[in-house]
């Protein structure tokens, strides 16, 4: 009996929602990264290695009921380190939004009302973060675009300016990807 109840806590901390919701946010991640799964590299990831990495993401979609194909490369890149074993702990991912990209960072209602659909990044933005990648939006893109602040998703954070948010990131040591 004993042993009975002493695992009854750890089941409900693996079916609570936030597990649920975690898994759901990875296996989001692995259908929606881009590019083929590569196995057996022989230029492989050393998992030693910290790896810091952001895009640059200006480009939304032509048509506002589907998502930024931008958001996908993260996503790509966190599936191929898992799948060469590198820890989780040692992928640092940041994605700068500004651009026509910048509204998808919107609430679902206030992406809506905007666009009359329903925002189709916003799954996979949430996996990101999830997942610890970090959305950074151009508040030069903001005021220029109309996109209001605090209509924004929770998360996001907001730099002065794409540029700026470059090069903290640069001199944080992550490598700059344009889109």
Not at 71 to 96: E, S, T
Not at 108 to 113: D, S, V
Not at 166 to 178: D, E, K, N, S, V
Request: aromatic share 6%; proline share 7%; net charge positive.
């Amino acid at each position: 009996m004993r042993r009975f109840c002493s695992a009854i806590p750890l089941l409900a901390a693996l079916l609570s929602p936030s597990t649920a919701e975690a898994q759901g946010g990875a296996d989001l991640l692995r259908r929606m990264a881009d590019g083929p799964e590569v196995t057996a590299p022989t230029f492989a990831a050393p998992t030693d290695l910290v790896y810091k990495v952001s895009w640059d993401v200006t480009v939304g979609p032509t048509d506002p009921a589907e998502a930024v194909a931008g958001f996908r490369r993260p996503a790509g890149l966190l599936r191929q380190m898992d799948l060469q074993g590198v820890p989780r702990q040692n992928v640092k991912l940041a994605i700068i939004v500004h651009g026509t990209a910048t509204r998808s960072l919107l609430t679902n209602a206030a992406y809506k009302a905007a666009t009359g659909q329903d925002n189709a990044s916003i799954a996979m933005l949430e996996a990101l973060n999830q997942a610890g990648v970090q959305v950074i939006v151009c508040g030069q893109a903001l005021i220029n675009r109309n996109v209001p602040r605090g209509e924004l998703l929770p998360f996001v954070k907001v730099a002065t300016s794409a540029t700026a948010a470059r090069a903290i990131l640069a001199a944080q040591g992550y490598a700059t990807w344009p889109e």
